[in-house]
């Protein structure tokens, strides 16, 4: 059964950093590009960053760019994002998700995560 995990979520105070984790099981998630996304409560799920399973190119919203960084693990069948100098408008539920080609449209992506929580707050 194909499967996406995500760990690595939590409390951090405004400035902090987390590293969130994505493994892939039931299925080679290095065939896949892989993408996070985020939600906050009462808003649409956005894109926030894609990593090209042919390239290895990255893709970032551009409000996010120069804080957060997406990479992958092949060996380990799994996907992270960096995520540094966080801000309490970060605090959303973040995914993983695995399509063909990176997208921010979420309907592109076959598979997804069940969802991390990250809240940043003092």
């Known amino acids: 059964q194909a499967q996406l995990v995500e760990s690595g979520g939590g409390l951090v105070q405004p400035g902090g950093s987390l590293r969130l984790s994505c493994a892939a099981s039931?299925?080679?998630?290095?065939?896949?590009?892989a993408g996070w996304f985020r939600q906050a409560p009462g808003k649409e799920r956005e894109g926030v960053a894609c990593?090209?399973?042919?390239?290895?190119?990255?893709h970032y919203a551009e409000s996010l760019k120069g804080r957060f960084t997406i990479s992958r693990d092949n060996a380990k069948n799994t996907v992270y994002l960096q995520m540094n100098s966080l801000k309490p408008e970060d605090t959303a539920v973040y995914y993983c998700?695995?399509?063909?080609?990176?997208?921010?449209?979420?309907?592109?992506?076959?598979?997804w995560g069940q969802g991390t929580q990250v809240t940043v707050s003092s």
């Open positions: 998700a695995a399509a063909d080609v990176c997208s921010s449209e979420p309907t592109r992506y076959d598979y």
């Open positions: 039931g299925f080679g998630l290095d065939y896949y590009s």
């Open positions: 990593i090209s399973s042919s390239t290895g190119r990255t």
